[in-house]
């Protein structure tokens, strides 16, 4: 009784320790590819603000200017929120 109550509380004081050991890269790691998806969406997005520049489309050019500087911003902000995740 004894050695499995002993046996239960070291596996308990193991996961305390190793489930964050290994969830808070994983969090950092899903950030940065959030970040990447976003940052190549907004590279997408830019090339098309740019052919709608040289058309002259104007209220596409805006809507592409829109989703452009919109993803680009969540990029960013993925990218630095994975490494707020990663110093503290």
Known sequence: MF???LA???GRLLLKHLVP???KPLHTLWN???GFLFLSFAIIFGFQAVR???H???VRLFFAGFCTALMAW???SSFLRARK???S
């Open 8 to 10: 239960l509380q070291q």
């Open 74 to 76: 969540f990029g960013i």
């Open 3 to 5: 050695v499995k109550r």
């Open 56 to 58: 002259g489309d104007g």
């Open 52 to 54: 709608y520049f040289l």
């Open 21 to 23: 050991a290994v969830l």
């Open 32 to 34: 940065e590819i959030i």
């Open 85 to 87: 995740i990663s110093r």
